[in-house]
């Protein structure tokens, strides 16, 4: 039996990588002849360098202004000519405690400082990619760190975060022009989400970071006084683009002012890890994530994961940490059997702790299920 593991993080316990390992060893235990794959994936949300890095990526260390202007030690992988910089490593949401004050002054300034590093270091390319922020700025500090001012109606330089954003009115944006030149700019979004609205970054995003109802109405506001400031100051609407919501809407800054393309985080992941390549020979695959819930559906690895090898005519199972979908949702999006690790475990406390057993055993249940049905 060829069975492809390609699972991402499971947050808060274990990277894809070593998600994937645990998954692989639980292939072995239930099945020691069978021909094992390892293939971590990432969507483009935190976690997705990992992958990168284990894909024979060079890691470029250094230290830059964290979510609150604090130092915090950080980096991105080169490859190829190509930076990757992933916004949770500078402003990501497990540097802070969120609560109401910290979703309104969180900012993106360190990612800017990242990529900053990255044109220096000679990337032609430059591949952002987005989620897990504690910031809700629109990439406005991203922006700032790259050159860009940022004033109010009075002249004013605005302060930092997603808060005070709300009293702009002027962007320059020449000199980000002239700091970019000719590199290709690139956002590999985890998320559809548009930047404003009932499914924009301020709502949907913004109570996972602390903001209640009224962080998320100032937020709101912010990002679409920033998305107007950026069209006056030259940049692309954003309109209902899918994606711009990303990171607290910093792939909407990216695509407005650095003209960034969108696409999918995973569909990016996927072409570098060669996983279509490693599915179209395989018996089974085993994906999973630390939730299969409902965002799961919405550009997550493992819908994709279970997307092209239902083309291909794989059979896909998933191993999580907690599920919510229902048999049937999980069914639709080619998820024939899954299975959840609080489930077998105590408390989610005590799953998160001992993941990497527990993904092991579970694992290896999946595919004596498998192997089962089959008729062994």
Known sequence: MRVVVAPDKFKGSLTAVQAAEAIGAGVRDAAPQARVRLCPVADGGEGTLDVLLAAGGRRVDLRVSGPLSEPVAAWYVALDGTAYVESARACGIEYVSPSPPVALAAHSYGVGEL?????????????????????????????????????????????????????????????????????????????ANPLLGREGAAAVFGPQKGAGTREVEALEASLRAWADALVRAGGIPLGDTPGAGAGGGFAGGAMAALLA??????????????????????????TGEGSLDQQSLAGKAPAGVAAMARDLGVPVVAVAGRITLSRTQLARAGIGAARALADHAPSIEYAQRHAHALLRSQSAALIRAFAAARGG
């Open 261 to 286: 393309h969108a696409g999918s985080g995973f569909g990016l992941v996927a072409r570098l890890t060669g996983l279509a390549d490693s599915l179209r020979d395989a018996d089974l695959v085993i």
């Open 115 to 191: 990529i900053g590093h990255a044109l220096d270091d000679g990337a032609r390319t430059i591949v952002l990619t987005v989620g897990g922020t504690a910031s809700t700025d629109g990439g406005a500090g991203m922006l700032r760190a790259l050159g860009a001012t940022v004033h109010d109606a009075a002249g004013a330089p605005v302060e930092f975060g997603g808060g005070p954003l709300r009293a702009v009115e002027n962007v320059e944006l020449s000199p980000v022009y002239k700091r970019i030149g000719d590199v290709a700019v690139r956002v590999a979004a985890d998320v």
